[in-house]
Each structure stands twice: as C-alpha cells, then as structure tokens.
C-alpha cells in the first residue's frame, strides 16, 4: 500500500515544455528526497529536504528545481525540458529518526 | 568522497538456491546499513537493514550480515523464488546521520527456473 504518491506514472512532453512531477506523502515524514535513475541503473541523488522551506540540491547536478511548502508536497518542476532530462524520477521521505526511505512509484519522463 | 562498492552487477541462480549480494562502504561513520529491492516499473522498496552495533540480521528468508571492521556487509536470499527477480540495491548512511544514503551501483538478480 503506497503510502507517498507521484504523478504522474508516465509523462511524454516536447522539447521546451515546463513540467511539475507532484509527490506527495502521507506519513509526516520530515524528510524528503527527489532521485534520477535510468531504468534498473544507479540511483542518483538531485534534491532533498529536511523540513518545510528547506530545500538542498543533491550530488548530481540537474537543471530542475524543488519547493517544500507543506510536509507533505514536494514537487519538482522543469522550467524547460530536453530530451537530456528523459529518465525516471523516484521521490522519497524518511522519518527524522533514520528509519529508511519509503520510494513513490516514481514518475517515467519522456522528452521528444 | 564516500561511496560503496556493490557486487556482482548480475547474478543469476537456480531456483532454490542461496544468492549472496556483497557491498563494501568506506565512509568509517556510516551506522545504517539498508538494502532494497526494486521490481521492474516500481520504485526501490526496503526490505531489510541493520544498525552498525548488530552483527547479523534475519528475516524469514533473508539475512544481512555486517563486518564492521572490513566494512563489508552482505544480502543472502535462501531458497530463491521466482518472485526475487528484482534489482537489489545496498545502502550506507552518510556520515553519523541517518538521513542521506549512499546507494551502491546495484545487483539485477535473475533467478532460473
């Protein structure tokens, strides 16, 4: 039963397009972490957060940005995508005691 | 920087056999080791983790194992199902805190009928 949430599952979107993965967790998690994964390939990270108003970019450098309003809702917005942003785009939280990550479905980003 | 090291990359094995996934970290401060599996079209799921002051860990047919000193910790499936055909991915906590990991390159496990 999932209990943090992204849409959408599939996204195909044109060169130049501004696009908003959602993610959403209901479990209060202070935490939260957004990754870049080529399909079964290493998972990179690309944005977190460790509360509201807190956002730090993550060690693979990416042109997409991250806001933390709510605990709950941590969306990731391309302000123009290319086809260099194609990949899998898997959200995350964890709890403040370190209890592992909970992933989401994750969001597969297709640029033509 | 820190990293950890997973292998193999592929591992294939006969049904009902054991599987053995091994990390190495190198980060002294990491405390948390976790491992999750990744089924195709879904996002990593945790599937089981052990803390720096335990040695081994079970959970029905799954155990991990952590060697502290070498800074090696391990996955052993026994009795392998069709259904553990995943990719497993081993993990290392960053420093003293729990909150960041550091993932390894990950293990696509095929299990032969």
């Known amino acids: 039963e999932a209990d943090i949430y992204q849409t959408p599952r599939y996204l195909v979107i044109g060169t130049g397009k501004k696009i908003t993965l959602e993610c959403s967790q209901t479990?209060?998690?202070?935490?939260m972490y957004w990754y870049q994964q080529d399909p079964g390939m290493e998972l990179h990270l690309i944005h977190y957060?460790?509360?509201?108003?807190?956002?730090e970019k993550g060690d693979l450098s990416s042109e997409s940005t991250v806001s933390r309003i709510r605990t709950e809702h941590f969306p990731l917005t391309l302000e123009s995508a290319r086809p260099s942003h194609t990949s899998q785009y898997l959200c995350?939280?964890?709890?403040?005691?370190?209890?592992?990550?909970?992933f989401g479905s994750g969001t597969r980003l297709t640029v033509v | 920087g820190e990293n950890v090291e997973q292998h193999p990359s592929t591992l294939s094995v006969q049904e009902g056999d054991s599987a053995v996934i091994k990390c190495t970290y190198s980060d002294s401060a990491s405390n948390y080791f976790p491992w999750y599996k990744q089924e195709l079209g879904k996002g990593p799921q945790l599937i089981i983790d052990?803390?720096?002051n335990v040695g081994e860990k079970k959970d029905q047919r799954i155990a991990v194992t952590l060697n502290k000193t070498a800074k090696h910790f391990s996955l052993h499936i026994t009795e392998t199902q069709p259904e553990d055909s995943a990719v497993y991915f081993c993990?290392?906590?960053?420093?003293?805190?729990?909150?960041?990991?550091?993932w390894g390159a990950g293990t696509k496990l095929i299990i032969k009928p």
């Open positions: 052990i803390r720096s």
């Open positions: 957060s460790y509360g509201v108003n807190s956002t």
């Open positions: 993990a290392a906590s960053k420093g003293y805190s729990n909150y960041q990991l550091i």
């Open positions: 479990m209060g998690h202070d935490k």
């Open positions: 995350a939280s964890s709890e403040s005691k370190g209890s592992g990550y909970t």
